[in-house]
């Protein structure tokens, strides 16, 4: 099972104490306080690790502490400072604040970085309280505690093209047909309870042309209150830079059907009903005549590009979907603003 979802207790590093100490040498006999500060505490780091594919590190160990600073001491010696913690995470990880729901961080880029917990400071010693009416002090400050928080992480995966589809359309059997990934394929509905990523080439494999294709549980009708797998689904599709709506050749209305699947996205976040959009007829291969990519009459599009027909099975029409796809990425990539736009290194491998 993938696992997306984690809570995690964090607790950054105390301070060291400053120390309280006075010079004792020969022939100084009124040695001043040299007593040093205590060393920081060590900060809770979140990191992105591109290799990372769920969360499952954190199914058992949930507890992260970072070391505290050392006391300080005589001669103006100050105590060393504790090593941040440095905890890996998948990319595509919202952090989350588990009391009070604040949003910390959303990392998406390899090797981001968040500090979710800072070190306390170390007290000073008394050196530090000498003054010309005060010169021999005997206090000094006690390091100070570091953050603790408790902490939910949920995963939302990177893809560049969510497969989106009421249950049994054919989804699993697509990305199986266009990926070497191997989703459980099923004559019964919500068989895909969990997503499943593939990577899909585009024409030939020394073009070097290709993107991941996510497969993601179905979709029904009132989602976005929590249906069926409702939010399960959803949020997993937010990353996916284009969808593609997958419609039953067989099915009785295909413009209700992209209605009903257009209205969850929407209801959920308005932002899902504006990303670039394909639709495809899929199981082309049981329609006795389904309509071809020069009649899409029957077949609304609306705000979204009409792709063909495609048969997972036989793999009729997968090449010209390939194609389509991959020049709707390449004009998303041209229109998106620089901070918005990832290489193609950045594309996550495939589980395969």
Known sequence: MLADRARIHVIAGKGGDGSVSFRREKYVPKGGPDGGDGGEGGSVVLAVNAHLRTLLDFQSKTRFKAPSGMNGSGNRKSGRSGEDLRIEIPAGTLV?????????????????????????????????????????????????????????????????????????????????RLSAARPKIADYPFTTLEPHLGL?????????????????????????????????????????????????????DPR??????????????????????????????????????????????????????????????TQELNEAIWNMLIMETAASTPEEKRSDDSVAEAKE
């Open 96 to 176: 989350v604040d588990d009391e009070t729901g604040a949003t910390l961080a959303d990392l998406v880029l390899e090797g981001a970085t968040h500090v979710v917990a800072r070190g306390g400071r170390g007290g000073r010693g008394n050196a530090r309280f000498a003054t010309p009416t005060h010169q021999t002090p005997r206090e000094s400050e006690p390091g100070r505690a570091g953050e603790e928080r408790r902490l939910r992480l949920e995963l939302r995966l990177i893809a560049d093209v969510g497969l989106v589809g009421f249950p049994n359309v054919g989804k699993s059997t697509m990305l199986a």
């Open 256 to 317: 209700r059907d992209v209605a009903t699947l257009r209205h969850e996205l929407e209801a959920y976040n308005p932002e899902l009903g504006r990303k670039p959009a394909l639709i495809a007829l899929s199981r082309s291969d049981l329609a006795a005549s389904p309509p071809s990519i020069e009649d899409p009459s029957p077949f609304p599009t609306g705000s979204a590009t009409w792709a063909g027909s495609v048969s997972g099975v036989s793999g009729a029409g």
């Open 200 to 252: 899909v080439r585009v024409g030939a494999e020394d073009e070097g042309r290709s993107f991941v294709m996510a497969d993601l549980p179905g979709l029904i009708e009132g989602a976005h209150q929590g249906k069926g797998l409702g939010h399960e689904f959803l949020k997993h599709i937010w990353r996916t830079r284009v969808l593609l709506f997958l419609i039953d050749s067989l099915s009785e």
